[in-house]
């Protein structure tokens, strides 16, 4: 229960986000943003539009990556790049937007699928750094680590 109330959170505290900046999240953004939070692991757009079609039978492709770019777009979610599938940002609603305004790292467990993000300051200011001294802005990075999640090294 407790699960559902912390979704129900973040979804309130994603339409506060959205009216801070002039959008909306209209009833199908709210519920794709809803299936992604409520998601195991990260989802992919076709997973997502199988859920998605219980309650909107009409529903197609465009439909969830319209909602899904609006989401990127806003920092509700991220993409991680290598499972082509999205997972609820874990600091959404906090006043970013597009460029997520907070560094963004995921570990992805290769047993079990398990991916969490975590935000580390010095990872990014080694990015940051290591690009300068190529002559090189960056202007955005996100790092996807593979490795074993706690769960599964301990099996």
């Given amino acids: 229960m407790a699960e559902a109330a912390t979704r129900e959170k973040a979804l309130q505290?994603?339409?506060l986000a959205c009216a801070r900046r002039g959008a909306q999240l209209t009833p199908l953004r709210r519920q794709v943003l809803e299936l992604v939070l409520g998601a195991e692991a990260p989802i992919g757009a076709y997973a997502l539009l199988d859920r998605l079609k219980s309650s909107r039978p009409g529903?197609?492709?465009?439909?969830?990556?319209?909602?899904?770019d609006f989401l990127l777009e806003h920092g509700l979610v991220h993409k991680v790049e290598r499972l082509n599938a999205y997972i609820g940002c874990s600091d959404a609603g906090h006043g970013h937007a597009h460029d997520h305004g907070h560094p963004h790292q995921f570990l992805i467990c290769r047993r079990c699928g398990a991916t969490m993000e975590i935000a580390d300051h010095a990872v990014a200011h080694a990015i940051a750094e290591a690009a300068a001294r190529a002559g090189f802005v960056a202007v955005e990075a996100t790092v996807?680590?593979?490795?074993?999640?706690?769960r599964c090294a301990a099996t």
């Avoid at 529903?59 to 899904?68: C, D, F, K, Q, S």
């Avoid at 996807?144 to 706690?150: L, N, P, R, S």
Wanted: with cysteine.
């Fill in 13 to 15: 505290e994603a339409e």
């Fill in 59 to 68: 529903a197609a492709p465009p439909t969830v990556y319209r909602a899904l």
């Fill in 144 to 150: 996807e680590i593979e490795g074993i999640c706690a």
